[in-house]
């Protein structure tokens, strides 16, 4: 629990809300799994509150469809 504080307090977080759930932003290629839908989508509603400057994936697909709904994918982060 110590390093959730420790990281909640560098980074913004925010709740999963039916707001994140009930958008039909949907990257074209493949539907992501539930949770890397959430991610993507969480990861959107920041960049348009304040800019990100990269997206970490958690693998290759996820990579693909965060490009596709136009984030900038951090290298290191994407494992293709």
Do not use: I
Request: aromatic share 4%; glycine share 4%.
């Amino acid at each position: 629990m110590r390093r959730v504080a420790s990281d909640s307090e560098r980074f913004s977080v925010r709740d999963l809300t039916l707001d994140l759930c009930a958008s039909s932003l949907v990257p074209a290629v493949a539907t992501p799994r539930s949770l890397n839908l959430a991610h993507l989508r969480s990861a959107l509603w920041f960049h348009t509150e304040s800019r990100l400057e990269g997206f970490v994936t958690l693998d290759a697909a996820q990579g693909h469809a965060a490009r596709e709904l136009g984030l900038a994918v951090l290298p290191s982060g994407d494992p293709s």
